[in-house]
T-cell receptor, first 114, second 111 residues
Framework: AQSVTQLGSHVSVSEGALVLLRCNYSSSVPPYLFWYVQYPNQGLQLLLKYTTGATLVKGINGFEAEFKKSETSFHLTKPSAHMSDAAEYFC????????????FGAGTRLFVKA | NAGVTQTPKFRILKIGQSMTLQCTQDMNHNYMYWYRQDPGMGLKLIYY???????DKGEVPNGYNVSRSTTEDFPLRLELAAPSQTSVYFCASSYGGEKLFFGSGTQLSVL
């Protein structure tokens, strides 16, 4: 069965600093991997996804993630944090053995200090 | 294009009451999902469906039931509400198991 582990329930960075949110997954077959963002009192929206092809994936708002099969990781990065990036971020995985049901990690709340 | 529509947005139930959370999508997506979100726990999959007439359990199905009689609708039924079911519920849909489109959520309190 698929699973996702997000390291760190809270991450705090200064405005302009590098953002790094960690995600490790478990899947017995090539997975689909996703990062979603949730702003306060809103639903989730897709930041980026990996299905096949290039392992470095670029998303919206300057975020990117790299699929590393050998490390079973899909960490999310952004070179320079902005105050508007403060939100909760969820890593998710799906694959065909699970009927493509999407399983989420516990989430990482990002705080950005001025 | 409405996307995924959930009703109601808020509801308070007494212990033992029943209710149905409604979810409909107008994108002709084959996959539909119900999640619950609790603080610090992320989203947990309750039930999902890969098409009309087909449903399957997710990670936390106990206390819930679903049906999928049409492509558009995927209602979630709580038969005997318990305080442990206090949560925010999200319905989502996708085409072929890729990007999920989420509804705006239902905040449910069971007292």
């Amino acid at each position: 069965a698929q699973s996702v582990t997000q390291l760190g329930s809270h991450v705090s960075v200064s405005e302009g600093a590098l953002v790094l949110l960690r995600c490790n997954y478990s899947s017995s077959v090539p997975p689909y991997l996703f990062w979603y963002v949730q702003y306060p009192n809103q639903g989730l929206q897709l930041l980026l996804k990996y299905t096949t092809g290039a392992t470095l994936v670029k998303g919206i708002n300057g975020f990117e993630a790299e699929f590393k099969k050998s490390e079973t990781s899909f960490h999310l990065t952004k070179p320079s944090a902005h105050m508007s990036d403060a939100a909760e971020y969820f890593c998710a995985v799906s694959d065909y053995t699970g009927g493509f049901k999407t399983i989420f990690g516990a989430g990482t709340r990002l705080f950005v200090k001025a | 294009n409405a996307g995924v529509t959930q009703t109601p947005k808020f509801r308070i139930l007494k212990i033992g009451q029943s209710m149905t959370l409604q979810c409909t999508q107008d994108m002709n997506h084959n996959y539909m999902y119900w999640y619950r979100q609790d603080p610090g726990m992320g989203l947990k999959l309750i039930y999902y469906s890969v098409g009309a007439g087909i449903t399957d359990k997710g990670e936390v199905p106990n206390g819930y039931n679903v049906s999928r009689s049409t492509t558009e609708d995927f209602p979630l039924r709580l038969e005997l509400a318990a305080p442990s079911q206090t949560s925010v519920y999200f319905c989502a849909s996708s085409y072929g198991g890729e990007k999920l489109f989420f509804g705006s959520g239902t905040q449910l309190s069971v007292l």
